[in-house]
């Protein structure tokens, strides 16, 4: 739900939706700057932000491998962080409408393949140097060495030349066309630092300078006094605290302690609601559940045990007691309905103990399953794990729970052992998602799914401007996933997030966890 006492804080005539976007992008000679560049200039609020104060943010999934680099940040609490500092190119507001940030505006020829970006002239670093063209270049080539771990690098790979025609001035062009290339640069990752950067002291054009940083426990800050934004950046000082357990998350928070928190317990949130002392925002996203099967590893390289599993799932079950209704069921797709793209003529897959059975007795296989689960994975992440066990149990599937530690979940489970819990936050466009995780050389492709006729059709669709042929492309890959892909995935669930009664401003946004990652910049303290 919306804070009633928040507003509508997106920066007014710059954004352009995505129909919007395809359209003028595809037409020949038609140019982005044609959006008007008005980032800056807050939006008529009907409660005037005010200045001051320390905020006290906590958040999940804070390791102890965390560093400053964004190229490393694999988790919320980084990139939550990590935005306070920097800018990115472009964002996507809480009406998914992408915006200009620090790319002032853009041109593209036709196919696709030829971009300019005009970068945003008058902004300076923390440092006092000024931004320019460079600046972007050095940043987004970070991601993408060869030798690159970064989580952006696959988004980054079509690029053939990135190089500056000018002080402000941006060239790229790309392998093969992508009509995305403006939402790419939104990534919380593609963040721009100063040319030379070791990215280890957090300097950007961002609303607040880095002060002090203990992996995964704490970061501190305090506000930019040159600020280029006037609509960011209220509060004086703030620290950032990696709060795993989420009852002490949910004592800060009604103490007075946290004044902002996220990965609120949905089995509490129908009662902290109720709470005089603290609003509750629920935002439907794109945020969804998963469980991963490897499929380069036995037994899950047989597509027949895959089924079987995503048959033997009671997904409205999780839905009831584990989110107490605060999502959506899921349907073994990570495209949300709510995305244009989405295929909404998929059966939906039921709870089926008989089909997943015979599915079983298809693969051959009758030996035990290990489920590794965390609540580092997701809120409710053991719950869910026992709920799949009783339910797959009726098809005569043994899933044995093996608890692993919150703390090195990240590190040593995730994309290592054969099945595993998981989430994922949302992306901007279908694209970007499939990109990021279901590409065959995507870093975060926790299943190992791989598909060289899925790969092709993702790249072929981004030069597609024709809105029909697109969706049925989509379509496309979205069966694919659902006939022969890795993950269950049972659930989306709503961000849960929670704040002091003193504050102002928060304003959902479904794109990303957190107000898009960026609610300690933009709330502020009631007078």
Same mark, same amino acid.
């Given at each position: ?10 920066? %007014?005539? $710059?954004? +352009?939706?995505?129909?919007?976007? /395809?359209?003028? !992008?595809?037409?020949?000679?038609? =140019?982005?700057? &044609? ?116 989580? %952006?690098? $696959?988004? +980054?790979?079509?690029?053939?030349? /990135?190089?500056? !025609?000018?002080?402000?001035?941006? =060239?790229?062009? &790309? ?353």
């Amino acid at each position: 739900m919306r804070n009633k006492e928040g507003t509508d804080r997106h920066v %007014a005539g $710059a954004a +352009l939706d995505r129909r919007e976007f /395809l359209g003028r !992008t595809a037409a020949l000679g038609v =140019s982005a700057a &044609l959006i008007a560049s008005s980032v800056g200039r807050s939006a008529l609020a009907a409660d005037t932000p005010g200045k001051g104060g320390h905020l006290k943010v906590g958040l999940i999934s804070g390791t102890v491998s965390d560093t400053l680099d964004p190229a490393t940040w694999n988790s919320g609490f980084m990139q939550i962080a990590g935005q306070m500092f920097y800018n990115q190119l472009t964002e996507v507001d809480e009406n998914g409408k992408l915006v200009p940030v620090l790319a002032e505006s853009w041109d593209v020829k036709p196919g696709a393949t030829e971009w300019v970006f005009r970068i945003r002239k008058g902004v300076s670093f923390h440092n006092g140097k000024e931004l320019t063209a460079a600046d972007v270049v050095y940043s987004i080539n970070h991601h993408r060495g060869k030798d690159s771990k970064s989580a %952006a690098r $696959a988004l +980054l790979t079509p690029i053939k030349d /990135l190089s500056t !025609t000018g002080p402000n001035e941006l =060239s790229v062009v &790309l392998a093969s066309g992508d009509l995305d290339l403006p939402y790419v640069f939104a990534n919380a990752h593609l963040v721009i630092a100063p040319e030379g950067s070791k990215f280890d002291d957090a300097v950007g054009t961002g609303s607040y300078i880095f002060d002090s940083y203990k992996p995964g426990t704490v970061v501190s800050c305090h506000r930019n006094p040159n600020n280029w934004r006037p609509d960011r950046g209220f509060v004086e000082s703030m620290e950032i605290l990696g709060v795993n357990d989420p009852t002490a998350r949910l004592n800060g928070v009604e103490s007075g302690s946290l004044h902002l928190i996220n990965g609120v317990e949905p089995r509490i949130a129908a009662m902290l609601a109720k709470d005089s002392r603290v609003d509750l925002y629920s935002i439907s996203g794109g945020g969804h559940e998963t469980f991963p099967m490897r499929c380069d590893i036995a037994p899950f390289k047989d597509p027949n045990l895959r089924l079987a599993m995503k048959f033997a799932i009671d997904r409205e079950s999780i839905l009831k007691r584990v989110l107490g209704g605060y999502g959506k069921i899921g349907n073994d797709n990570p495209i949300p309905s709510y995305d244009p793209m989405f295929a909404g003529d998929i059966p939906q897959r039921q709870y089926d103990p008989d089909k997943a059975a015979f599915y079983l007795k298809k693969a051959g296989y009758d030996g035990p399953i290990v489920l590794s689960v965390s609540e580092a994975a997701f809120v409710g992440a053991v719950d869910t794990g026992q709920i799949f066990q009783a339910s797959a149990k009726k098809a005569g599937i043994d899933i044995q729970l093996q608890r692993e530690p919150d703390s090195s979940y990240w590190d040593d489970v995730w994309m290592k052992k054969p099945f595993c819990a998981s989430s994922w936050l949302g992306k901007p466009t279908a694209n970007l998602l499939l990109s990021y995780i279901y590409k065959s050389d995507a870093p975060w492709n926790e299943s190992f799914w791989k598909r060289p006729n899925f790969d092709a059709l993702l790249i072929q669709v981004r030069a597609e401007s024709n809105e029909d042929k697109r969706k049925q492309m989509y379509h496309d890959l979205q069966m694919m996933i659902y006939e022969d892909g890795g993950s269950v995935i049972p659930i989306f669930n709503n961000y849960l997030n929670a704040g002091s009664k003193r504050l102002r401003g928060f304003v959902p946004n479904p794109a990303q966890d957190f107000a898009n990652f960026r609610a300690p910049e933009i709330v502020w303290f009631a007078s």
